[in-house]
């Protein structure tokens, strides 16, 4: 390990990490997916879900892969390597997917790029921009110019035209940018985001304010902070929040694991990851409402051409719509055109340090794996890529592939399942608590036992539980795969690149494995309560099986249920004191405690995710939320998740900097040791 430490390339600074992390979090998902998620998937509801599951996964895991990838000191699939040779195959899932992101997103930078160039040509024509118009014209313009005159669309359809070459050469400058930057390694890469991460947030806070001042611009906000609590019933709603999480995080797609690799031997854990987790939150918030608010302005202008649009069809939705919102808005600025040519221009830079996060994260992996030279491999992935990316540059229905790869990834059947996949394999089957200890030690303030059962038990039964929702869901809809007697392509073509993820992850992780395993561990203890833990958690599955197979009086139903909910808790129990005291002895837990606790959150879950089902139903049946009229002010719910959330993040950020500066103040009080 030590050796490891010396040889590795790692961070010029504390500063260089968080803002590399923080560049890779914060980008093009925070203002072009987190506003077309909620526009598409329930309106304000979208938020309730997202603010959980911010709180509840994705800090505490963003903590699991800083501590993984530091104490290891491996990309993803060495990581999980070491920890059992078995499970390599998690890492390279994740850096599957990870690949199949940057097929697109560098695409969706060519577009930034593109509207980058538009605004430079528009300052040399004396300021005016293609898209650009007033009133209600102004609205049909920004559309016009995106869906017509740029991408050639055709809504709805899934049919490939001729490649669009004024997207194919922004994408290959897009290509090239992200090669110049990691070329050099991950020091050029902790200096390129001074400039990366700062400059788009002031550009945000411009158009936020100019958003705000739009007439209309409430009508916007009441569709962002008002849930309609009939979306919140919704699995949809959940799926995406949730994977929108994992995307904007870069979590789970092997990124964090690999950039805490490189972090410096000292460095803190708990508190970066508490800051970069809170930036990225309120850097999606903030977008949120310069997004919404000119989306309110765009009705107005509507309204008042006696033709209102209401906010929520103003504009179409899907992953358009941050290129018509945005460009409406800037175009309501005076120098329009400067003013257009600064946002592109961050939102160029926001993209970019995300971008090749990914792609320094399946380079590292692939070089620890094959000791291929680096340069090489940079060379061929970054060729693979763009030539793969070529399909979204099609005119007609190259968005709308974009569109469906990306609701595949990140809407629970790709990335959240990996998320929970991670949180089994290191609750379970590694020594979690080697994990808290070894981020605890370095970080300004420490996560107690909590953050264990919150790994081990907590984000498994959330997850799960959305999995399962979400496939009932699917697969009840009779239109999944067969729509109108014809294959419905768009869903068989996403589930089958998520289904091939892993057959390849499993291939990759089998073929000359050269990672050795670092645990240290005594003897195999808990064998007891093990098999009780296990035996329960069957008899549990067995009881489901029968119920959702066999029809049975409905009273045998609900005590069998009730039957199968405590066993499976129990067994919950069991297991996981078995794995608690076997942690802290420093032995290893049987095997059948750690299958039996992983049996029995399944089971935890497919019970829960039934009833959310019968629940949702149940509601639909009785018209308790019925689809009502956007109100047309804040009600008190929009000012109270305003007022949770501006206190969640500003005073979140301010404990988070006040517990480093206390941290550093103590350091440099502590004698320093002479150097042997
Ligand atoms: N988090 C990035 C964003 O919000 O734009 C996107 C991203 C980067 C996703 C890295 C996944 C990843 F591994």
């Given at each position: 390990?030590e050796?490891l430490?010396q040889?590795r ?11 590399a992390a923080v560049?890779?979090?914060?980008g093009?998902?925070?203002l ?11 309106g304000?509801a979208f938020?309730i879900?997202?603010?959980l ?18 104490f ?9 390597g070491?920890?059992?040779?078995k499970?390599e ?10 690949f ?6 560098p ?6 790029f593109?509207f980058l160039?538009?605004s430079i ?5 004396g300021g ?9 014209e ?6 016009e ?5 740029y ?17 194919f ?7 090239l940018?992200m090669?110049?930057?990691?070329c050099?390694?991950?020091?050029l ?7 990366t991460?700062?400059l788009p947030?002031l550009?945000?806070?411009?158009l ?10 409430i ?7 008002n849930?309609s ?24 797609f092997?990124v ?6 490189f972090l ?8 970066n ?7 990225d939150?309120?850097?999606s ?10 989306l309110g ?6 309204a ?5 649009v209401?906010v ?7 992953p ?28 160029v ?10 792609t320094?994260?399946?380079l ?13 491999v ?6 693979v ?9 099609a005119a ?14 990140n ?13 089994i394999v ?5 020594r ?9 030690e ?6 107690g ?13 959330v997850?799960?539980?959305l ?8 697969f009840?809809?009779k ?5 109108a ?6 869903n068989?073509v ?5 289904a091939?993820?892993?057959i ?8 000359g494995?050269p ?5 240290n561990l005594?003897c195999v203890?808990?064998?007891t ?16 099986v ?5 029809a ?5 139903t ?6 199968a909910?405590l066993?499976?808790l129990?067994?919950?129990?069991m297991?996981?004191?078995?794995l ?12 059948s405690?750690?299958i039996?606790?992983i ?58 900097f006040?517990k480093?500066i ?15």
């Amino acid at each position: 390990m030590e050796m490891l430490e010396q040889q590795r390339e790692n961070w010029g600074s504390r500063g260089g990490f968080i803002l590399a992390a923080v560049g890779s979090a914060v980008g093009l998902g925070n203002l072009w997916g987190f506003p077309y998620k909620i526009y598409s998937y329930g309106g304000g509801a979208f938020l309730i879900p997202y603010i959980l599951a911010i709180f509840i996964i994705g800090i505490p895991m963003l903590a699991m892969e800083f501590s993984l990838g530091h104490f290891t000191q491996r990309s993803a699939p060495g990581a999980f390597g070491s920890a059992n040779r078995k499970f390599e195959f998690v890492g390279w899932w994740s850096i599957i997917l990870g690949f199949v992101i940057i097929t697109y997103y560098p695409v969706i930078l060519g577009y930034c790029f593109s509207f980058l160039w538009l605004s430079i040509k528009g300052i040399f024509n004396g300021g005016s921009l293609p898209w650009a118009q007033s009133g209600v014209e102004g609205v049909r313009k920004a559309e016009e110019f995106f869906y017509d005159t740029y991408l050639a669309h055709k809504p709805g359809s899934f049919s490939l035209g001729a490649i669009r070459w004024n997207i194919f050469v922004p994408l290959v400058v897009a290509w090239l940018s992200m090669y110049l930057c990691i070329c050099k390694g991950v020091k050029l890469v902790g200096k390129i985001v001074w400039l990366t991460v700062p400059l788009p947030w002031l550009m945000l806070l411009i158009l936020a304010v100019r958003g705000l001042t739009l007439e209309g611009s409430i009508e916007g906000l009441v569709f962002y902070l008002n849930p309609s609590w009939e979306k919140l019933a919704e699995p949809t709603t959940w799926r995406f929040a949730f994977g929108q999480v994992f995307f904007s995080l870069s979590l789970a797609f092997g990124v964090m694991v690999t950039y805490a690799s490189f972090l410096h031997k000292k460095s803190d854990i708990n508190n970066n990851a508490a800051i970069i987790g809170l930036s990225d939150f309120a850097t999606s918030f903030v977008a949120g409402i310069a997004i919404f608010a000119t989306l309110g302005g765009m009705a107005f202008a509507t309204a008042k051409a006696g033709s209102y649009v209401p906010v929520d069809k103003v504009v179409s939705g899907g992953p358009g719509l941050a290129f018509v919102a945005f460009p409406y808005a800037l175009a309501q600025l005076p120098y329009s055109a400067w003013f257009s040519f600064i946002f592109f221009f961050a939102l160029v830079t926001l993209g970019i340090d995300s971008a090749f996060s990914i792609t320094e994260s399946i380079l590292t992996s692939v070089v620890e794996k094959t000791r291929w030279s680096r340069s090489v491999v940079l060379i061929i992935m970054s060729f693979v890529g763009l030539l793969s990316g070529i399909v979204y540059t099609a005119a007609g229905g190259g968005l709308n592939w974009l569109g469906t790869i990306d609701d595949f990834i990140n809407g629970t059947w790709g990335i959240a399942f990996v998320g929970l996949l991670e949180c089994i394999v290191l609750g379970w089957i590694y020594r979690l608590d080697r994990l808290r200890v070894h981020a605890n030690e370095r970080s300004d303030f420490s996560f107690g036992k909590w953050w264990n059962y919150l790994i081990r038990i907590i984000i498994p039964i959330v997850l799960g539980t959305l999995f399962f929702w979400s496939m009932f869901d699917d697969f009840s809809d009779k239109g999944f795969f067969i729509k109108a007697e014809k294959f419905n392509i768009p869903n068989i073509v996403g589930l089958s690149v998520v289904a091939v993820a892993p057959i390849l992850a499993i291939v990759l992780g089998i073929i000359g494995s050269p990672f050795q395993k670092t645990q240290n561990l005594k003897c195999v203890k808990g064998y007891t309560s093990g098999w009780a833990g296990l035996i329960l958690a069957l008899i549990s599955t067995l009881l489901m099986v029968l119920l959702m197979t066999i029809a049975l009086p409905i009273h045998l139903t609900q005590i069998l249920t009730i039957v199968a909910v405590l066993s499976s808790l129990s067994a919950l129990i069991m297991t996981n004191y078995c794995l608690d005291n076997c942690d802290i002895a420093g032995n290893r837990a049987s095997a059948s405690a750690r299958i039996g606790g992983i049996v029995a959150i399944l089971n935890i879950s497919v019970i829960a995710a039934l009833t959310l089902i019968r629940l949702n139903n149940y509601v639909k049946d009785n018209g308790k939320f019925t689809a009502a009229d956007i109100p047309k002010e804040l009600t008190g719910v929009s000012y109270i998740i305003l007022g949770v959330v501006s206190l969640l993040i500003i005073g979140g950020l301010g404990w988070c900097f006040y517990k480093a500066i206390v941290a550093s103040g103590k350091q440099e009080q502590t004698p320093q040791l002479p150097q042997e």
